[in-house]
C-alpha cells in the first residue's frame, strides 16, 4: 500500500547484446494440474517480428502472458531484455509493462473515454507529467492514422479503429516488446491488413513484435519468422518465409528455400 | 496533478454509482449508530458500577447522644479498618440536597432528620462483613450499613461488561468492515475491466488502489459524521433528562463523554471505509 514511496525503475537491456525474449527450459502447469506448457526454448532478438501459430489451446497465449507476467513459469526461466521475470517483486511488475505492451483480440479499451482519452490514460497512469500528454497522444495516433477520429468514443469507431487506438496506446510508453493475441481476430480482412501494416512499422521503428495468432493467411502473407505451438510443445522454428499452409489451413507446408513473395508484401 | 487524479477518479465512481455510494453510507451510518449508543451504555454501566464499588463502605449512624470520640477511636481499633471519617448530620444533609437538585430546600426542613455517621473504610472488601459487626456492638452506634452483597456483584458485573463489550464490540467493527467491502467490492467490480487495463498499461498499484480507498474514507466519514450527529445531540439531550428523573444513578454527563467518543466514532467510520476498500481491492489485484 505505501508503494507510492519507492519506484522501482525497471531497464530492460535494448542494447541488442542480449536477446529480447530468452526462455529457457520453460514449463507451465495450471492450478489444476493441467500442463500448458512443455520444455520450451526460444530466444527472439531486438527488433524481430515473430507470429505465434498453433490451435486454441497450444500454449500461444500462455507464453504471452508469461512474457508480461500474467503468469509465472512454474519451472526454468523467462528473459525479457535481459531481466529475469521469475525474480520481478510484484511490485516491479507495472514498470515491466511500461516496456512491454499488450493488445488482445477485444482492444479493451474505456467505453466512456474518447480514442485519445483513451491513448492519454496510459501515460496519466504511469505519472507523465500532463502537459506532454496532448503532444504525445497526437503523435501516437497519427503513427496508427487515427488524428481525425481523436475525439470518437470506441463505440463510435470500426473494430479496426478501436484495435488501432489499443495499438496507440499500447505504444504511448514506448515499449521495446509489443506483445498482441489474437489482434486481427475480430476483424474483416481490409482492417486486418490495416493491424498488420501498422504492427510492421512499429517494427521498422525498432521495437520487437511478437503476435499470437490463427489467422493463417496472414501469417502466410507477412513472411516472418514463425513459431508453431501443438498442445503446449514448440514443434516448429521456422526462418523467415519457410512457413506456408495449405489452403484449407489443415495443414503445414514448410518450402525452403521459396521464391521471392509476389502477392500482398506488406513491410 | 495526481491528487487532482485522485479525487476526480472518486467523484467520478461516486457519481457512476450513487446508490452503492448511499448503501455504503448507510452501512456505516448505522453500524456506526449501534456502536456508538452501545460504547454509551457500556460507559455508563461502568461508571455506574465504580461508583457503587467507591461506596462500599461500612457507614455507622451513631445515636444522638453519642460520644464521637470514643466511637472513632474503637471503630478505628477494629482490624481491617483504615479510616472512620466522621461525617456530622449538617455534612450529610448537604450532600443529600446537592444529589437531589433542589428539589428539596434545607429551608424546607424543621429539623435535619439525619444522624451522625462514620463512615469506615475497610482495606478490602473480604472484611466489610466483620467490621460491620464488631462496629454494631459499639456503644453510641444506632445501626451499620455495608454493601458487601453490592460490591461483589458489582466486581462481577463489571468485569462481564467489559467482557461483552470487546466481544461486542470487536464483532461490530468486523461485521462494518465485511459489509462495506462488500459494497465496495461491487465499485471495484464494476470497475474491473478499467483496473485489468490499469494493470496492463503499467500503473503501480498503489495508483489503482488509491481511488478506491479515497472513496472507502469518504463514504465511511460521511456515514460516521451522521451517526455521530445522532449519537451525540441525543445523548445530550437524554442524559440531563435521565438525571432528572432517576437522580440516584450517576450518568456520565455529555461532556465527559462526547469529546472522546465522537471522534472515535468518526475516525472508527474513516478506518472502516479504507480497511473495506482495501480488502476488495486487493481481491482484484492479484498479478
Known amino acids: ?267 | 496533478m495526481t491528487s487532482a487524479y485522485f479525487l476526480r477518479e472518486v467523484l467520478t465512481n461516486i457519481r457512476r454509482s450513487p446508490l452503492m455510494s448511499i448503501a455504503s453510507v448507510t452501512t456505516v451510518l448505522v453500524l456506526t449508530l449501534i456502536l456508538g449508543y452501545f460504547t454509551t451504555v457500556m460507559v455508563n454501566l461502568e461508571a455506574l458500577a465504580n461508583s457503587l464499588l467507591d461506596e462500599v463502605q461500612v457507614v455507622a449512624y451513631l445515636d444522638d447522644d453519642a460520644n464521637q470520640v470514643s466511637v472513632a477511636q474503637q471503630l478505628e481499633r477494629i482490624p481491617g479498618v483504615q479510616k472512620a471519617h466522621f461525617v456530622s448530620k449538617e455534612t450529610a444533609l448537604n450532600k443529600l440536597v446537592e444529589r437531589m437538585q433542589g428539589r428539596i430546600k434545607v429551608d424546607d426542613l424543621t429539623r435535619n432528620p439525619l444522624p451522625d455517621s462514620y463512615e469506615v473504610s475497610v482495606s478490602s472488601a473480604d472484611d466489610l462483613e466483620m467490621v460491620a459487626k464488631r462496629a454494631e456492638r459499639i456503644a453510641g452506634v444506632a445501626r451499620v450499613k455495608y454493601g458487601e452483597e453490592i460490591a461483589q456483584r458489582m466486581l462481577r458485573f463489571n468485569a462481564l461488561v467489559r467482557g461483552v463489550g470487546v466481544v461486542v464490540l470487536g464483532l461490530l467493527f468486523l461485521s462494518t468492515v465485511l459489509i462495506v467491502s462488500n459494497t465496495i467490492r461491487l465499485t471495484v467490480f464494476a470497475r474491473r475491466k478499467e483496473i485489468e487495463i490499469m494493470q496492463m498499461v503499467g500503473a503501480a498499484e498503489w495508483f489503482i488502489r488509491w481511488p478506491f480507498i479515497l472513496e472507502g474514507v469518504l463514504q465511511g466519514l460521511l456515514g460516521s459524521v451522521l451517526a455521530a450527529v445522532v449519537v451525540g445531540g441525543s445523548y445530550a439531550m437524554v442524559i440531563p433528562k435521565l438525571t432528572e428523573t432517576i437522580s440516584f444513578l450517576p450518568m456520565v454527563e455529555a461532556q465527559n463523554m462526547l469529546p472522546t467518543l465522537l471522534p472515535i466514532l468518526i475516525l472508527n467510520g474513516a478506518f472502516v471505509g479504507a480497511l473495506g476498500s482495501l480488502v476488495s481491492v486487493n481481491k482484484f489485484l492479484k498479478v
Open chain 1, 1 to 267: 500500500m505505501w508503494g507510492f514511496l519507492k519506484s522501482p525503475e525497471i531497464n530492460l537491456d535494448t542494447s541488442g547484446q542480449v536477446p529480447m525474449v530468452d526462455i529457457c527450459e520453460l514449463d507451465l502447469v495450471y492450478p489444476n494440474g493441467h500442463q500448458a506448457l512443455h520444455n520450451i526454448n526460444l530466444q527472439i532478438d531486438k527488433g524481430e517480428f515473430v507470429f505465434l501459430v498453433g490451435s486454441t489451446g497450444s500454449g500461444k497465449s500462455s507464453i504471452l502472458k508469461l512474457l508480461y507476467r500474467e503468469l509465472h513459469p512454474s519451472s526454468g526461466s523467462v528473459l525479457v531484455g535481459g531481466l529475469d521475470l521469475g525474480e520481478l517483486a510484484r511490485q516491479e511488475v507495472p514498470y515491466l509493462r511500461r516496456s512491454v505492451g499488450v493488445i488482445f483480440q477485444d482492444f479493451r479499451l474505456l467505453g466512456n473515454k474518447t480514442a485519445a482519452e483513451n491513448v492519454a490514460y496510459a501515460l496519466e497512469i504511469t505519472g507523465t507529467p500532463k502537459r506532454k500528454i496532448p503532444s504525445i497522444v497526437a503523435q501516437v495516433l497519427e503513427l496508427v492514422g487515427l488524428s481525425d477520429k481523436s475525439k470518437r468514443l470506441p463505440s463510435e469507431l470500426s473494430g479496426g479503429e478501436q484495435q488501432r487506438v489499443a495499438i496507440a496506446r499500447s505504444l504511448v510508453n514506448k515499449p521495446s516488446l509489443l506483445l498482441a493475441d489474437e489482434p486481427t481476430g475480430n476483424l474483416d480482412p481490409d482492417s486486418t491488413w490495416d493491424i498488420m501494416q501498422i504492427l510492421s512499422r512499429v517494427q521498422n521503428s525498432g521495437t520487437t513484435v511478437v503476435v499470437a495468432t490463427h489467422n493463417q493467411q496472414v501469417v502466410d502473407l507477412m513472411r516472418k519468422r514463425v513459431l508453431v505451438m501443438k498442445r503446449g510443445h514448440l514443434v516448429h522454428d521456422l526462418a523467415r518465409g519457410a512457413y506456408r499452409l495449405d489452403g484449407r489451413g489443415s495443414g503445414l507446408h514448410v518450402e525452403q528455400p521459396r521464391a521471392p513473395f509476389s502477392a500482398v508484401e506488406v513491410s
